[in-house]
Nanobody, 124 residues
Framework: QVQVVESGGGLVQSGESRRLSCKML????????IAWFRQAPGKGREVIIC????????YYEDSVKDRFTISRQNGANMVYLQMNNLKPEDSGIYFC?????????????????WGQGTPVTVSS
């Protein structure tokens, strides 16, 4: 059974960095496209960044383009979200999600497997 599991969330100060991890279990990560979604308090889940099977990154949130980086390490079945210069508005629950087609999408319904989420709180 395929699963994705997030880790790395926590409480950070504004301006600090944090790296989130997404581990795929039950299949080879090389076959999957992975996106990170964020659900801010009181809001819906929104895609912020994605990495395709061939490691092409797609940004869906302008506010993170110069601060967040996504990468994948297929041999370890891991995807990472490096978040720098964090701001209070980055707070929320971060979910990684997997889809089998090779291209990224901003449509949550097209992602087949979801993790439970890892919370990030950025204090000012």
């Amino acid at each position: 059974q395929v699963q994705v599991v997030e880790s790395g969330g926590g409480l950070v100060q504004s301006g600090e960095s944090r790296r989130l991890s997404c581990k795929m279990l039950g299949d080879s990560l090389s076959l999957w496209t992975i996106a990170w979604f964020r659900q801010a308090p009181g809001k819906g889940r929104e895609v912020i960044i994605c990495i395709s099977q061939d490691s092409e990154s797609s940004y869906y949130e302008d506010s993170v383009k110069d601060r967040f980086t996504i990468s994948r390490q297929n041999g370890a079945n891991m995807v990472y979200l490096q978040m720098n210069n964090l701001k209070p508005e980055d707070s929320g629950i971060y979910f990684c999600a997997a889809r089998r087609p090779s291209l990224c999408s901003d449509e949550a319904s097209l992602y087949r497997y979801w993790g439970q989420g890892t919370p990030v709180t950025v204090s000012s």
